[in-house]
């Protein structure tokens, strides 16, 4: 009885061993790529190393088969055959892209396959395995290109290896040449800088005053009334904080980094007010808007406010001036230029020339101005003020800051 049982044990355990063996075998045949397949022929026309039998094939990054063959094409050494069986679901178009991907570190490689359009036809089976030919250059790692294009570079310095040697003697002729006339190439390069609007000397970055003008020939002369400046006008380009420096005459302006403390308009203004006062006219000048009603206003438009750059730099600026009463009458107009040379056109030497030809232009508005109103009994006559006599008791009151009370040297010749 004992024996009879372990028999029946064996029986059981070999009807089971039997019985995993055909479920593995199911499971391989539906679950483990041992379905249905198609076959298909993918050629190569450069190298597939890291390639082998049983590498993976993936479509759109799933796997989908395996390599099954390799060989060499006896016709094209240049080409590789790969057969590969695929699952026979794989929707493999005609314009489906073959390509070989490296995998990981190792450097294992698989054949890829990658899109297609859904309008283009599945690639027929017919009995035969369809041909798919890989894009050109497929396979080829990074090293290989890295290598490839080092050798096409060595063929072209190999090919122009004169040439180069002419080129670089020609360097080091021209860095010597730079040697010995260093001190024109800074020259030039200077010139250079002052033309395309550079930086122009070390107090390029600071701002700049103008000087009021302070010396007078002549004592001041009483005015007839009270003379009020407004702001100059003046076109934007002009009406600027930069100092402007131009090439020539005839080329626009450069603004480069130098810059006046205020707008040119605003600081002129100050400017010209403050040289009244130094000449004499103190209480008889003001700005326009200081509350003060004035007989008089002075009118300036700037038109020129620069500092040429040429071989000769010249500091140069022009502007208008017209006398008004309150009418809005022109009394007098006059235009004024001034210039000043420089010894260059650097930060420093512009400004200081730019001041000396300001200094100038506001010493003439000045005398011409006092003179022009000195004698200007009209315009205040026209608003109701009594006549200007020859004898000191009929003169009228002098206006604030005036000269003294005395009356004008030429009283007489204004009557």
């Known amino acids: ?20 063996g055909f479920g593995f075998i199911y499971w391989l045949n539906n679950s483990a790529g041992f379905g249905q397949r198609a ?27 395996e390599v099954t063959a390799l060989r060499l094409s006896a016709v094209r050494p240049s080409e590789v055959d790969v057969e590969v069986a695929v699952d026979a679901d794989t929707p493999i178009r005609s314009d489906t892209e073959v390509d070989l991907e490296y995998q990981g570190l190792t450097g294992v490689a698989a054949i890829s396959l990658t899109g297609g359009n859904s309008g283009v036809p599945l690639v027929p089976q017919n009995g035969r395995p369809p041909l798919l030919v890989a894009r050109v250059g497929a396979g080829q790692t990074v090293t290989t290109s890295a290598r490839d294009a080092l050798l096409k570079i ?34 030039i390069l200077a010139g250079l800088e002052r033309m395309t609007g550079g930086v122009r ?36 380009q002009v009406n600027t904080q930069n100092i402007l420096f131009r090439p020539s005459p005839n080329e626009s302006p450069l603004t480069p980094g130098p810059r006046w403390a205020d707008n040119l308009t605003v600081l002129v203004q100050s400017k010209i007010v403050q040289s009244f006062e130094n000449a004499g ?38 502007f208008s001036a017209k006398i008004a009463d309150k009418d809005g009458k022109i009394i007098d107009a006059k235009l004024f230029h001034a210039e000043a040379p420089a010894p260059s056109a650097d930060t420093g030497p512009a400004v200081e020339a730019l001041n000396k030809a300001f200094g100038i232009a506001a010493t003439e508005l000045v005398d011409w101005a006092s003179t022009v109103l000195a004698k200007g009994a009209e315009p205040v006559e026209d608003v109701g003020e009594p006549a200007v006599s020859a004898t000191p008791d009929a003169d009228p009151a002098p206006a604030p800051g005036a000269a003294q009370a005395a009356p004008a040297p030429d009283a007489p010749a204004q009557q």
């Open 1 to 20: 009885m004992e024996i009879r049982a372990r028999y029946i044990l064996m029986g059981l355990f070999l009807i089971a061993v039997l019985a995993g």
């Open 39 to 65: 076959t298909y022929n993918v050629r190569f026309d450069k190298s597939v190393s890291g390639l082998f039998t049983g590498s993976s094939v993936l479509f759109n990054g799933i796997r989908v088969g």
């Open 154 to 187: 060595n063929g072209i310095l190999d090919d122009n290896s004169q040439p180069f040697k002419e080129l670089v003697g020609n360097l080091n002729n021209f860095a010597s040449a730079l040697s010995r006339n260093a001190a024109k190439v800074d020259g």
């Open 201 to 236: 000397g070390p107090d390029s970055d600071k701002a700049f005053d103008l000087i009021a003008a302070t010396k007078f020939d002549s004592p001041a002369k009483p005015l007839r009334g009270q003379l009020t400046i407004p702001e100059p006008s003046a076109i934007i």
């Open 281 to 318: 006219y103190i209480g008889s000048v003001s700005k326009n808007g200081d509350a003060v009603t004035g007989d008089f206003q002075l009118l300036t438009d700037i038109r020129n406010f620069q500092m040429l750059t040429g071989p000769t730099p010249l500091a140069e600026l022009d």
